[in-house]
């Protein structure tokens, strides 16, 4: 979830009533924007990310407006028809082939305004932006420019300018070398032999995207007359991403007038059409509304809702690009509705549920090593590739990598726990020693089933210290040995991250379960550790089929 901070005084006069700060700590976050701290003026907001529309105070003050019933419907936004063409040269389809825009004129920015903008930018950047490379958000004044604007890829040395916060020109590949923004940002374009830039009919650029901008179109509180560029890699998420930007520019009292990109008159403001069938709505949520009290509901929601031959009929606004099924509109009619008016029914089932066996013995895990003295962690399911492999020495390849991550520190699932127990040694540091970590946790194995993987549930150990050594890892699985009450066998093996000789597998009843070892020197010097380490895994689903034998 993203936090945003806002001016009530702003929030206030966008809205038209003020609100005390305890409706909104109370009632106002059932709408998923989750009022956290009002300090005076100061307010600290948090939203869902399926709501990037509010990542702003003038989506969430045009949210409100519906949802404490101040103004129902869909807004209407004109777009006013203008001449300005973008074109898009054949040489960004390999970099960053999309490009939205639009121009918004007659704007009052107070540097307050222009913060808000600017956190929304960096919102989305960080959010449905993927950190600005599925899309970015440029904003640029109009005063100093001369359409027609051209979007194209050239080298690296082929064009200079000056971009925000320095004071002289600079190539793109000084840029990227030598510039806050192109050292964060650079990774989106390593691979690139050709880097995207927007100029203007006298070459000067606009914008070296998704890096930074040229300072002569940096916004100010002079400016009156905004373009705006999104470009990016996936379509949708650059027009859904304009429109957000568009939208709260003109909750601002801007005058949206369209740019034609390559032909195509941007941006789409009109709203996209749903049908919801109020028994349909009935059967899932189970609360019985009539058609017109469906409608009044959403109508609270700022959608446009209408009955019509037993179904409903709604218009979608262009910035919610959250909604993509009758659950999400379901969703926003019991949100208007308000959750407590929902009564809660007890299911008649003949059944009574109960924690698995799984569980249960988990605890008992937990409450074992606690007692020896070891803490517990809980880590991510998500992993990045290189602590499964490049880090734990190995070079496999049976892990699931996931096709478009957030970031890549998060972009595998692992297939084992104890790399995440070593990167809790590694953030600890700082600590005393001997220190001892365990977890009972979830881990993702390739398999045949349906869906290709399995969750398996699996227990890790990992101790370190001065004089720890493969007896402190196998002195704590005897003891689970011991108080679970089952045999374990440790036979000899040898594993790429644990020492020669220092490594063990555990079976139980011929089968193996797991590993116990110390590991090896490179491994430590990896997650930079400086004393030995010793651990185990162990997997607790054969545990406990061992068990109910």
Known sequence: MATI????????????????????????????????????????????????????????????????????????YSLNEGDIEVFVDDSV??????LGGCVVRDLNLSEKVINGLIQLQEKLHHTMGRQRDKIAIGLHDLSSLEPPFTYKAVGGNEVEFQPLDYNESMSLDQILEEHEKGQEYGWILEDEEAFPVIVDDKDQVLSF?????????????????????????????????????????????????????????????????????????????????????????????????????????????????????????????????????VVPEVPELDQVGRQSDIQDTAQVVRDILTGSGATESMTYVHISEDDLTERMNLDKDDYVRLENPLSEDFGSLRNMVVPSLLDVLSQNRQHSYPQSFFEVGDSVELDDSSTGASNVKKVAFVKSGQSVDFTDARRTLQTLERDLGIDLEIKSSERPFFKNSRSADVYVEEQRIGFVGEFSDKVCDSWQLDNPVSGFEINLEEVQSALDK
Request: charged share 35%.
């Open 209 to 341: 995207p998704p890096i930074i901008n040229n300072k002569l179109t940096e916004v100010d509180s002079d400016t009156t007359d905004l373009f705006v560029d999104v470009t990016g890699k996936d379509r949708q998420a650059v027009m859904s991403a304009l429109n957000i930007v568009v939208t709260a520019l003109a909750e601002r009292g801007g005058r949206v007038e369209s740019v034609t990109v390559d032909g195509e008159r941007l941006p789409d403001l009109s709203p996209s059409s749903m049908e919801l069938d109020p028994d349909y709505f009935r059967d899932v949520s189970g609360v019985d509304l009539e058609a017109s009290e469906i409608v009044d509901r959403l109508e609270m929601m700022k959608y446009g809702a209408e009955k019509a031959d037993g179904c409903i009929e709604v218009e979608v606004p262009c910035y919610r690009s959250d909604v993509m099924h009758q659950y999400d509109l379901i969703e926003d009619v019991l949100i208007a509705h308000r959750y407590r008016n």
């Open 93 to 98: 389809e390999e970099v960053r082939p999309v």
């Open 5 to 76: 901070e806002i001016d009530k005084r702003e929030f206030t006069d966008l809205v038209g009533e003020d609100f005390s700060n305890q409706k909104l700590m109370d009632e106002a976050s059932f709408l998923g924007v989750h009022w956290h701290e009002i300090d005076g003026n100061v307010c600290e907001v948090e939203n869902y990310p399926n709501r990037p529309d509010c990542l702003s105070v003038e989506g969430i003050a045009r949210a409100y407006r519906g949802f404490f019933d101040l103004e129902r419907g869909r807004e209407q």
